[in-house]
């Protein structure tokens, strides 16, 4: 006689086959969707030109070089002045095409009054939450949008976002919000006998003294 008891095994139930492959369908597919979306938001484009400014007054400087995530550029030459003005009243450069919002920004400038070189490599502030506010309440059909970029005769940095009226009597309207409030240039070399002859003409205008 078999005194030993047939041993009972429970089978763990599991769920079907098809709702773990409908359950890993819908994840897959959240998670492409939230993927999607945030390239969207990263590489929307905005209508904005560049407003660049120098100075302050008496202290020009010369930009060799102005650059955006080391791709895209804005001009060099001469800043005269405009670097303690906020917002900064200066001429416009059009990029000619819509770019999304900059994360760094990269300068190399001259400084004629100390005969200084200056470059920074600037991490700027994610403006993919401000950006579409700033728009929102400031219109293309009525304002002007520009990145407005500072670089003193000091070494300093400042960075903002100018919104103006297109067509207002006056400037009540305007909309200035700083980006990077300061910042400064690391010294650098460079060859200052190019622009020796520009710095005679300055010194011989009254706008600084010799710096020799």
């Known amino acids: 006689?078999?005194?030993?008891?047939?041993?009972?095994?429970?089978?763990?139930?599991?769920?079907?086959?098809?709702?773990?492959?409908?359950?890993?369908?819908?994840?897959?597919?959240?998670?492409?969707?939230?993927?999607?979306?945030?390239?969207?938001?990263?590489?929307?484009?905005?209508?904005?030109?560049?407003?660049?400014?120098g100075g302050p007054a008496?202290?020009?400087?010369?930009?060799?070089?102005?650059t955006f995530n080391d791709t895209w550029s804005g001009p060099n030459g001469d800043l005269l002045e405009g670097f303690d003005q906020q917002p900064p009243y200066s001429g416009?450069?059009?990029?000619g095409a819509p770019l999304p919002a900059p994360q760094t920004m990269q300068a190399?400038?001259?400084?004629?009054?100390?005969?200084?070189?200056?470059?920074?490599?600037?991490?700027?502030?994610?403006?993919?939450?401000?950006?579409?506010?700033?728009?929102?309440d400031y219109p293309?059909?009525?304002?002007?949008?520009?990145?407005?970029?500072?670089?003193?005769?000091?070494?300093?940095?400042?960075?903002?976002?100018h919104a103006w009226c297109r067509n207002?009597?006056?400037?009540s309207e305007d909309f200035y919000a700083p980006i990077v409030s300061t910042a400064r240039g690391e010294e650098a070399e460079g060859a200052t006998e190019r622009y020796r002859t520009r710095t005679q003409a300055f010194i011989d205008q009254g706008i600084f003294p010799s710096p020799w």
């Not at 008496?58 to 102005?66: I, M």
């Open 108 to 136: 190399r400038w001259f400084s004629y009054r100390t005969q200084t070189f200056y470059e920074i490599d600037l991490a700027l502030p994610d403006m993919l939450e401000s950006l579409p506010r700033w728009y929102r």
């Open 92 to 95: 416009t450069y059009s990029f």
């Open 1 to 53: 006689m078999n005194t030993h008891a047939t041993p009972y095994f429970h089978r763990a139930r599991c769920a079907p086959a098809s709702w773990q492959s409908s359950l890993l369908r819908l994840g897959l597919l959240l998670a492409l969707s939230i993927s999607v979306s945030a390239c969207k938001s990263e590489t929307r484009s905005h209508e904005f030109s560049l407003q660049t400014v």
């Open 140 to 161: 293309l059909s009525r304002f002007h949008h520009a990145l407005t970029v500072g670089l003193s005769g000091h070494g300093e940095v400042q960075v903002g976002w």
């Open 168 to 171: 207002c009597a006056d400037r």
């Open 58 to 66: 008496g202290w020009p400087v010369w930009v060799e070089t102005l």
